[in-house]
Nanobody, 113 residues
Framework: QVQLVESGGGLVQVGGSLRLSCAAS??????LGWYRQAPGKLRELVAS???????RYGDSVKGRFTISRDNAKSTVYLQMNSLKPEDTAVYYC?????????WGQGTQVTVSS
């Protein structure tokens, strides 16, 4: 059974930093990544990482967020720096293997001005 356990969300001031973690178990995942959804908005890509080391970033976070991955631990991290109020959202971990997709329960990130 696949499980995604997220941690690291919280409240931070503008310009601050947070680090999210997602530990994935129960499978081998080609892609691990983070998406976010703000109230009234569609869920959007934040960053993703392949098992081969490739990464993708959403345009709004390039240069501020960094995704990293520990394949041995099947864990993906999201280092978020220079946070802005518009980064406030529920952040979801996503795991992919072939045609299968799993989502974590989400962790709230709130950036206060």
């Amino acid at each position: 059974q696949v499980q995604l356990v997220e941690s690291g969300g919280g409240l931070v001031q503008v310009g601050g930093s947070l680090r999210l973690s997602c530990a994935a178990s129960g499978g081998m995942f080609t892609i691990l990544g983070w998406y976010r959804q703000a109230p009234g908005k569609l869920r959007e890509l934040v960053a993703s990482s392949t098992s081969g080391g490739g990464t993708r970033y959403g345009d709004s976070v390039k240069g501020r967020f960094t995704i990293s991955r520990d394949n041995a631990k099947s864990t993906v991290y999201l280092q978020m720096n220079s946070l802005k109020p518009e980064d406030t959202a529920v952040y979801y971990c996503k795991a992919e293997s072939g045609w299968s997709v799993w989502w974590g329960q989400g962790t709230q990130v709130t950036v206060s001005s």
